[in-house]
């Protein structure tokens, strides 16, 4: 079976943790007196890098810039379906500041950037299927920028509402496998939203509160291949009987700021 699921290769966007610090709690993973190990954290990152080569995606890297601890979640920065990039306005004053750089790097990349009106986080919270952008709200994002988000891109947009304070993002509740097929922590949304994927998909692998709060479902999948945090073995060993190859990378460093593989992986469509 596990040779039926096809990957394609991927662009991706990222930036090193060089400056890398938990200065400010603006999520409930975040403590402003833990100490980071950003040798490590660049460690772990170099070790994420390497394995999309190794599986022969390419990576761009925006330079990080020093007082923004925050800027190796690129996956917050933009969101790209066909060329279009959808920029961020960030939610905490802190990051706001991030956009200026990822903006600039998209410029110089030949991309026009359209800069939101309200509150948007990028693919932290607008997630591309393949068909239309699932999109979180509850936390940062807001649905003002849903509505911005379906204009520019032309795409349906489904708006998805979040409840649990620990996965703030979108992108910490559900990932997309493939075409056809997503993973999502169902109690992460309110009970509307979960009808919504219900029916959308029928068949979505389904995770525990154990597997999200051990960053399972911040995972990048090719359609083969899905990057996730070993911490998150049951969800691994549930994907692997669905014909998926796990592809075991540890950011725990990157954990202590509320963040994981793919808020590290900007995918550039
Ligand atoms: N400290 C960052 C924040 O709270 C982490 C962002 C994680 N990114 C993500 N795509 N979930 O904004």
């Known amino acids: 079976m596990s040779d039926s699921r096809v ?15 938990v200065q400010y709690a603006i999520n409930p993973w975040m403590h402003p007196d833990t ?4 040798d490590l954290a660049q460690e772990q990152w170099r070790a994420l890098i390497d394995a999309y080569r190794a599986h022969s995606h390419t990576v761009e890297a925006v330079e990080p810039v020093p007082g923004l601890p925050d800027m190796v979640f690129a996956a917050n920065s933009a969101v790209v379906v066909g060329g279009r990039v959808f920029g961020s306005l960030f939610h905490a004053p802190e990051r706001r ?3 200026t750089h990822y903006d600039l ?8 950037v359209h800069r939101p009106e309200s509150v948007s986080e990028g693919e932290g919270d607008l997630v591309w299927t393949g068909r239309y952008v699932l999109a979180g709200t509850g936390f940062r994002t807001t649905r003002e920028a849903h509505r911005e988000a379906q204009e520019f891109f032309g795409h349906p947009v489904i708006s998805l509402t979040l ?4 996965f703030y993002h979108l992108d910490t509740a559900l ?3 493939d075409d056809t097929n997503i993973v999502y ?3 992460a949304f309110s009970p509307g939203s979960r009808e919504v994927l219900a029916r959308l998909y029928p068949d979505a692998v389904l995770a525990t509160r154990d597997d999200a709060m051990a960053w399972g479902l911040n995972s990048v999948s090719d359609g083969r291949h899905v990057f996730i945090a070993p911490q998150a073995e049951a969800l691994a060993a549930r994907l692997s009987d669905h014909g998926y190859v796990p592809v075991p990378v540890d950011l725990s460093e990157l954990h202590k700021a509320g963040g994981g593989i793919k808020c590290c992986t900007q995918e550039i469509r």
């Open 7 to 21: 990957p394609r290769s991927r662009r991706f966007l990222v930036c090193e943790p060089r400056h890398f610090a």
């Open 35 to 38: 100490h980071v190990h950003v």
């Open 97 to 99: 500041p991030e956009s």
């Open 105 to 112: 790097w998209f410029k110089a990349a030949g991309f026009d």
């Open 163 to 166: 409840v649990d304070p620990y």
């Open 175 to 177: 990932f997309v496998l």
């Open 185 to 187: 922590y169902p109690e």
